[in-house]
């Protein structure tokens, strides 16, 4: 279910319920109970790009303090990675919209 180059291997808890969702306009597969942030990172080599440059970003403080973990969702408002779970048919993107004002 990991892609080899993604920044993260899963390792344990396999056995939960699969679900996919899009990311970058590409189905990928999570399991039930991930939070966005560990379904992005198994599926991608970084979260987002950084807003004011090329780099990738991968979140920092995990707990969701540090704004560093925020990604888009093609419709509708920025979400923090680290405390939002994963859900079935969601649509993420890991580059800013064209319209981001």
Do not use: H, K, Y
């Not at 399991?31 to 950084?50: E, K, M």
């Not at 970003?57 to 994963?86: H, K, Y």
């Amino acid at each position: 279910m990991t892609r080899p180059d993604a920044r993260i291997t899963r390792l344990a808890e396999t056995g939960r319920t699969p679900l996919w969702f899009r990311l970058d306009g590409r189905e990928v597969a999570a399991l039930a109970g991930d939070s966005v942030l560990t379904a992005v990172l198994a599926n991608a080599p970084a979260l987002r790009l950084a807003e004011f440059g090329t780099e990738g970003r991968a979140g920092f403080c995990l707990m969701g303090a540090c704004q560093d973990c925020w990604i888009w969702q093609e419709n509708g408002p920025r979400i923090r990675a680290c405390s939002t779970p994963v859900a079935e048919g969601m649509r993420l993107l890991t580059r800013t919209p064209e319209a981001w004002p």
